[in-house]
């Protein structure tokens, strides 16, 4: 039995939280703990252009967030923000472990899956996609 409203809704929810997490992440790079502080930890775990990696990184990570939570192209931003948290999981979490209190791949592997869903499902009817995809007869 096919319930789209309920996928639409669902799609909806997910959409809107990952994008907000992302959002809440570039901000917090750009506005709080800084571009500085971000490069110096980009730069501990080996990630090359520290400085430019940050500020790309919290870009992507807040216009990315942004286009998830209204819908608008998202299973493009979806795939960006995959490989984004995919590199995340390389870099940084992968050597420590699956719990996220060790700073292991737990929150990444998470947020990974969440991402892939909208890639494989679209954004679902409640989104700009969908309203600016619909056909009028």
């Known amino acids: ?78 795939g960006t923000l995959a490989v984004l948290v995919g590199l995340a999981g390389y870099f940084v979490h992968l050597g420590n472990g699956l719990f996220a209190t060790d700073g292991g791949v737990e929150y990444p592997l998470v947020l990974l899956v969440s991402l892939l869903m909208i890639v494989v499902f679209g954004a679902g009817r409640a989104s700009l996609d969908g309203v600016l995809s619909r056909v009028e007869p």
């Not at 639409?8 to 571009?35: N, P, T, Y």
């Not at 430019?52 to 990570?61: G, R």
């Open 1 to 78: 039995m096919d319930k789209p409203a309920v996928r639409d809704a669902a799609l909806l929810l997910l959409r809107v939280v990952v994008g907000v997490v992302f959002v809440a992440h570039g901000v917090d790079k750009v506005f709080f703990s800084g571009i500085a502080a971000t490069a110096e930890e980009f730069a501990q775990w080996g990630i090359v252009q520290p400085h430019l990696s940050a500020w790309i990184t919290a870009v992507i990570e807040m216009l990315g967030g942004a286009l998830l939570v209204v819908g608008l192209l998202s299973t493009a931003v979806a």
